[in-house]
């Protein structure tokens, strides 16, 4: 008979909690879920899911602009922003009742507990229901999934201005007409996008001197002056100086030593995230952890062996599918003791704008540093024909694999559907499967994945030279000419 209430308790019901509450209770742990606002977190509700329903609205009104594209006629879109909101809201109710409804979770025998949760000592917390009620109950093991919240950084005049989120953006019932945004990350890049698209003028501020600086430079560049020839002004390089309102949310900046001002009817924060460590009651517990996060190995524990952390609130990688795969290392360690780490060597990401932007395992500037040998295969989007079909030509494949064997070590892809492409490489990577595997393996055509092969056999052709033709000439006597290799771009 366990002296605990539970086996396993989690803190939070976002994409970290629902997974760790789901493979708990699949292992046979008592588990309970606590979640103090809404199932499904910010993935559903503030995040992933509304900002790519508002990309697709975007998408779609830019194709009609662009008819002429297709053999259709250009025009302008009619746009009534507040349907646009209103699906945004059915879609996310949608994935809500489809994934992360309450009913989901207990069918599966967890208790799931409206909320908030806070630690009183390192094996009980307190929940403090919304009706002002308390409890205490003890676990055996804990998961904080606790998420993390918009970071806006405390530039002079910010709260005397109603800027907006990620938590308020998907709320909003009027398209802004001017709209600031202030940070060149996913957040400020996918939003800058969506909403140009969907008719507002859009300039975008940040500090760095490029957009999407964990990217590759050329293929964020590539994007950039894509977003750029859509409408969208962007200052970077620039200090932001104070924000007021003035005839509008002004924000000042300094650019190469002048002071502008920027003048919008709305101002979206994307500045980061800070994770929700308040109020979780870390200090009761003796949990490790920064204003970056709370502590965990790699194998997601904190420094003590029975609390594990998993998700945005290890400040770590804040990405949804990160979130699930932390949550997957944390149970299968505390539940099984099966020794499994976050496999940190081959994390993708993919932001969602149009053309996308994607990568997986090492940058190019990571392979620099380590001093590792490698060789860039490149492969436009203008030659894969299912992209020319669908009029998607702008994009690039870059591949950085080792010149012998084809080891790959790292990908990014600017293009249509390179979301989809990562994933093949991704698997390849994980599973040491090379360029010539790749190269080798028969892929449908007419489509984006033979691109990928096609990038693969670049690896072949690279490492084909003068000597070896010649020589296979003599051997068999061939008459045809020798191909010319002093291109080093030369793409077959
Ligand atoms: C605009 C935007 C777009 C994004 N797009 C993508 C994308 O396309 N792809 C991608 O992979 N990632 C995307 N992300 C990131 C992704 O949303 C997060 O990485 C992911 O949701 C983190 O999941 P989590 O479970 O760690 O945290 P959360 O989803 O934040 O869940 C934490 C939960 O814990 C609850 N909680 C907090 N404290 C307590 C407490 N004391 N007691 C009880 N409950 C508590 C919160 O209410 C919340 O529901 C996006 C994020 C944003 C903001
Ligand atoms: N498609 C996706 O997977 C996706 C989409 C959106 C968000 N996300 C996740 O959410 C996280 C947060 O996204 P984000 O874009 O808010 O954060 P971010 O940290 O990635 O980017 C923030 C940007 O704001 C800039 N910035 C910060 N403070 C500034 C200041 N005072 N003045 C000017 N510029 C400033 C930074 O230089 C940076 O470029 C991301 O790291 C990502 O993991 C993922």
């Excluded at 590539?222 to 949310?249: F, N, Q, W």
């Excluded at 594990?308 to 599918?321: E, M, N, P, V």
């Excluded at 894969?384 to 690039?396: N, P, Q, T, V, Y």
Aim: proline share 4%.
């Amino acid at each position: 008979m366990s002296k605990y209430d539970f086996d396993a308790i989690i803190i939070g019901g976002g994409a970290a909690g629902l997974t760790a509450a789901g493979i708990a209770a699949n292992f046979g742990a008592k588990t309970m879920m606590i979640e103090r606002y809404r199932l499904g977190g910010d993935c559903t509700w503030t995040g992933c899911v509304p900002s790519k329903v508002l990309l697709k609205a975007g998408k779609v009104a830019q194709q009609i602009r662009e008819g002429a594209k297709y053999g259709l006629i250009d025009q302008e879109p009619e746009i009534n922003f507040q349907n646009v909101i209103e699906h945004v809201h059915e879609t996310r109710q949608e994935v809500y009742e489809d994934a992360d409804r309450p009913e989901i979770f207990e069918d599966m025998g967890i208790k799931v507990v409206s909320g908030s949760a806070k630690f009183i000592d390192e094996h009980t917390v307190e929940i403090k229901g919304k009706d002002g009620s308390n409890r205490k109950v003890s676990s055996r093991y804990f998961f904080i999934c606790a998420g993390a919240s918009a970071f806006v950084p405390p530039i002079q005049g910010i709260d005397s201005v109603p800027y907006l989120t990620n938590d308020s953006l998907f709320e909003i019932e009027d398209l802004p007409e001017e709209l600031t945004i202030i940070g060149a990350g996913p957040i400020g890049t996918e939003m800058a996008q969506a909403m140009s698209r969907l008719g507002a003028n859009v300039t975008v501020i940040d500090m760095a001197d490029r957009i999407m600086v964990n990217d590759d430079p050329e293929l964020a560049d590539m994007l950039r002056k894509k977003l750029e020839g859509e409408g969208i002004h962007y200052e970077l390089g620039a200090r932001v100086k104070e924000v007021s309102s003035e005839g509008g949310i002004t924000v000042r900046i300094e650019v190469d030593g002048q002071t502008k001002e920027i003048t919008g009817d709305q101002l979206l924060m994307a500045t980061g995230r800070r994770p929700n460590i308040d109020g979780l009651g870390l200090d009761k517990a003796g949990i490790t952890y920064s204003s970056q996060g709370i502590e965990v190995n790699d194998k997601c524990r904190t420094n003590h062996s029975h609390i594990y952390a998993c998700g945005d609130i290890t400040g770590r990688y804040q990405f949804t599918h990160m979130s699930d795969h932390m949550a997957k290392v944390a149970t299968t360690n505390a539940l099984l003791k099966f020794p499994m780490k976050i496999d940190a060597d081959h994390v993708p990401w993919v932001t969602y704008t149009d053309p996308e932007l994607g990568h997986v395992g090492a940058t190019e500037e990571q392979l620099k540093q380590q001093e590792i040998n490698y060789e860039t295969y490149r492969f436009p989007y203008s030659k894969i024909d299912r992209a020319l079909i669908d009029s998607e030509e702008e994009g690039l494949i870059k591949i950085h694999a080792k010149k012998w064997n084809g080891k790959i070590y790292g990908v990014s892809i600017y293009g249509a559907h390179a979301g989809e492409l990562i994933s093949e490489y991704a698997l390849a990577m994980k599973n040491g499967i090379s360029l010539r595997n790749i190269a080798d393996t028969i892929h449908p055509y007419p489509t984006y994945s033979l691109g990928a092969r096609r990038a693969a056999d670049q690896w072949y052709i690279k490492n084909q030279s003068e000597w070896q033709v010649k020589l296979i000439k003599k051997v068999f006597g061939y008459r045809g000419e020798v191909p010319d290799f002093s291109d080093p771009n030369r793409i077959v």
